[in-house]
Every structure is written in C-alpha cells, then in structure tokens.
C-alpha cells in the first residue's frame, strides 16, 4: 500500500447513535472520492493507492460510536468531510477542537453547524464514554475563565455554518 504524504492525518470521531461500519465506510468514500477500507484483515499490498482506513467500534454513552480514520486527506478539512457525514447520516458527531482541553470538542450537527462544547470524559475499556454535553460559552465560569476556551479558532458561544465536502 503506497500511502502518498498528503494523506498522513487521523480522524477521530465519535457519532450519536446507531450507524454500521459498512455504512461509515461506504459514506466516507463517497464524501471523500478515496477508498475507504476496514483495518485489518487484508494485508496493505493489497490495498489500493489512496485508501484510507477506518476502524469502528461501539461503546457507551451519548456519542457511542467510535471512528477513526488512518492516512485520511488534509483537504478537504477534517470538520467540512464531517459536516458532509453528518448530513448525509442525520446523526451528530463530534470531533477533538484545537485546543489543549480534553473535556472540549466540536459538535457538528446535520444542518453542517460546527459549535464548541463541553462533555464530561470517562476512560472505559471499549473508549472514552462521552457525557454531559454542554454548550461552551462565557456564560459558564470555567469558559470564561479558561486559557483553553478562548485562545481556539472556535470561539465560546461561535455557531459556525460549514460548508460540507
């Protein structure tokens, strides 16, 4: 498998309810014009050019989905191919924000929104359980207060429309 050098990032995702693997897979091609291939199984000489891998798993909470992609595009952006997911799935996803905060992610809605907000995070052995999702906004102590909050291109209280993939 030849993985090109614009294609090194991970994706990492997690989704609000029901979705199968084969489906996350077969909507991120399409969003993305690449294969999109489960991890393991196959050995990588037999994977095409360009393929990105993905790996899924349930666990807990109220983002209980988990998804990450290997060797995933820079371009387009990681929040607009989520955007596009979320549209076309109908389900909210949320991703890590560019902060250092670990309780702070972008909740990316199916009308392509992308907010910043807070969850409570609880390491599990099938992942980190997601709950207490809560807007971030300097109505709240810890966001006004906070180094993390307001240094990220995603402001407290920012709504932002995103145009998808």
Known sequence: MAIAPFCTTLWNWSVDGPLAPGQIRATLA???GRPVVTLGGVPAERFPDGVVL???WHGT?????NI???AAPVDPPEHRVLAAFARRTGRRCVLADDTL???RHLLVSPDGTVRPVHLDIEPTSVGDRCTN???CSLTDPGCRAGLFCGGSRWGP???APTLAA
């Open 54 to 56: 993905c790996d899924v």
């Open 30 to 32: 399409a969003i993305i």
């Open 68 to 70: 990450d992609c290997y």
């Open 157 to 159: 209280d920012s709504v």
């Open 133 to 135: 999702l809560r807007l």
């Open 61 to 65: 909470g109220d983002f209980p989905v």
């Open 101 to 103: 905060d670990a309780t």
